[in-house]
């Protein structure tokens, strides 16, 4: 089966899609041929050896999937041959075939794409649990998304706006904030204007912004965390842009604001109940309509270095989608 195999930490665009023997199922697994796969950021640093932790050579990278059941180890209930099914893994996704543990599937919900699938299977779950749990947003609350058109911010966009909040989407330019409009975001904010702060500041009043979700790190975050409301909540999710900011601590005393780390990896580790609260919720938002995940794109599985790529070069809008089934069924 085709994979993309990676046997040495390296750039994406040195890497060669391989043909490796498919792999073997246990009592609690299953085989799911993956129709989708999400490309996510830190897909792109996983390959290169620079995520937090390595992962042992050799590796299949991709962790969002969606698919189709075709085999099932003795023990997995509640399944069958056939199904269409996504989930979360470490790793393994980017391949015709992959060996999931049945705890890692659930039922892809009719009229929901296998783009779509792959797509809500970590953004949405994390950002879910970001803003209900360490967020605890409100209806009526001000919501300030930063990065507001890629996958998280996305999102982040459409969730906080599900949840009844007002939601600011920002974003380095103008079109970038028309996607943004589009998700669902009620106002937008251009952070590439200088003078976005004043802008901020007329949509917010005096009282300024209840909650901040920032998955890009850098100044722009640092800055807006001095727009907070008092008792607002800085949800830091990812870092993008490169940078991990230092926030001085005088700010959030002032503003009796909390800084929040919002970590999806970890959840499984430490708070799985919360996880699987999270999923649950995004699962019921799926199954009746109210959510319709955002895919900005979608590349043919040999196209994989293109996909990448729209990410590292900050075009990617939307959740980044890499189809394996190029020849099959696409729906
Ligand atoms: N904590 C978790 O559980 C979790 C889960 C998923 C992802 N993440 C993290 O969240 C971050 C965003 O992931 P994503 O999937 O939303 O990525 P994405 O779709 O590529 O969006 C990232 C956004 O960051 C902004 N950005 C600023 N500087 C950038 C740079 N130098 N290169 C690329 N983008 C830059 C871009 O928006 P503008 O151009 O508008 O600034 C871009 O739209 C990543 O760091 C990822 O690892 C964390």
Same mark, same amino acid.
């Given at each position: 089966m085709r994979a993309i195999h990676v046997t040495e930490f390296r750039d994406i665009d040195d890497i060669s899609m391989s043909d490796v023997p498919e792999p073997s199922i246990s009592a609690d697994q299953?085989?799911?041929?993956?129709?989708?796969?999400?490309v996510g950021f830190v897909d792109g640093l996983k390959v290169r050896g620079l995520y937090q932790t390595r992962d042992k050579l050799p590796f299949i990278p991709g962790s969002e999937f969606s698919g189709v059941i075709e085999k099932l180890g003795d023990n997995?209930?509640?399944f069958a041959p056939g199904d269409r099914v996504m989930g979360l893994v470490w790793n393994g996704a980017m391949a015709e075939k992959a060996a999931i543990s049945a705890t890692a599937l659930e039922k892809i919900p009719d009229?929901?794409?296998?783009?779509a699938a792959a797509a809500a299977s970590a953004n949405y779950v994390t950002v879910t649990y970001g803003l209900t749990e360490q967020g605890k947003v409100q209806p009526g609350e001000t919501v300030l998304v930063l990065g507001a058109s890629g996958g998280i911010g996305c999102a982040a966009v459409q969730l906080a706006a599900l949840l009844g909040a007002k939601v600011i989407g920002a974003a380095s330019n103008d079109e970038k904030c028309a996607f943004a409009r589009e998700a669902g975001a009620h106002e937008t904010l251009n952070y590439g204007d200088p003078d976005w702060r004043d802008k901020l500041k007329d949509l917010t !009043?005096?009282?300024? #912004?209840?909650?901040?979700?920032?998955?890009?790190?850098?100044?722009?975050?640092?800055?807006?965390?001095?727009?907070?409301?008092?008792? !607002?909540?800085?949800? #830091?999710v990812g870092f993008a842009s490169g940078d991990i900011p230092a926030l001085p601590y005088n700010l959030p005393l002032l503003k009796g604001a909390s800084l929040i780390g919002v970590d999806a990896a970890q959840l499984r580790l430490h708070a799985p109940d919360l996880r699987a609260k999270a999923v649950a919720q995004m699962m019921d938002w799926l199954k009746t309509g109210a959510l319709k995940p955002i895919v900005g794109g979608e590349y043919p599985f040999a196209q994989y270095k293109e996909a990448f790529r729209a990410l590292r070069g900050r075009e990617a809008r939307g959740k980044v989608i890499l189809r394996l089934d190029d020849a099959g069924d696409r729906s």
């Amino acid at each position: 089966m085709r994979a993309i195999h990676v046997t040495e930490f390296r750039d994406i665009d040195d890497i060669s899609m391989s043909d490796v023997p498919e792999p073997s199922i246990s009592a609690d697994q299953a085989l799911v041929r993956i129709h989708a796969a999400g490309v996510g950021f830190v897909d792109g640093l996983k390959v290169r050896g620079l995520y937090q932790t390595r992962d042992k050579l050799p590796f299949i990278p991709g962790s969002e999937f969606s698919g189709v059941i075709e085999k099932l180890g003795d023990n997995v209930q509640g399944f069958a041959p056939g199904d269409r099914v996504m989930g979360l893994v470490w790793n393994g996704a980017m391949a015709e075939k992959a060996a999931i543990s049945a705890t890692a599937l659930e039922k892809i919900p009719d009229g929901i794409s296998f783009s779509a699938a792959a797509a809500a299977s970590a953004n949405y779950v994390t950002v879910t649990y970001g803003l209900t749990e360490q967020g605890k947003v409100q209806p009526g609350e001000t919501v300030l998304v930063l990065g507001a058109s890629g996958g998280i911010g996305c999102a982040a966009v459409q969730l906080a706006a599900l949840l009844g909040a007002k939601v600011i989407g920002a974003a380095s330019n103008d079109e970038k904030c028309a996607f943004a409009r589009e998700a669902g975001a009620h106002e937008t904010l251009n952070y590439g204007d200088p003078d976005w702060r004043d802008k901020l500041k007329d949509l917010t !009043g005096k009282r300024g #912004v209840d909650v901040i979700v920032d998955p890009i790190g850098g100044e722009i975050g640092l800055l807006a965390f001095r727009h907070m409301a008092w008792g !607002g909540r800085f949800l #830091v999710v990812g870092f993008a842009s490169g940078d991990i900011p230092a926030l001085p601590y005088n700010l959030p005393l002032l503003k009796g604001a909390s800084l929040i780390g919002v970590d999806a990896a970890q959840l499984r580790l430490h708070a799985p109940d919360l996880r699987a609260k999270a999923v649950a919720q995004m699962m019921d938002w799926l199954k009746t309509g109210a959510l319709k995940p955002i895919v900005g794109g979608e590349y043919p599985f040999a196209q994989y270095k293109e996909a990448f790529r729209a990410l590292r070069g900050r075009e990617a809008r939307g959740k980044v989608i890499l189809r394996l089934d190029d020849a099959g069924d696409r729906s």
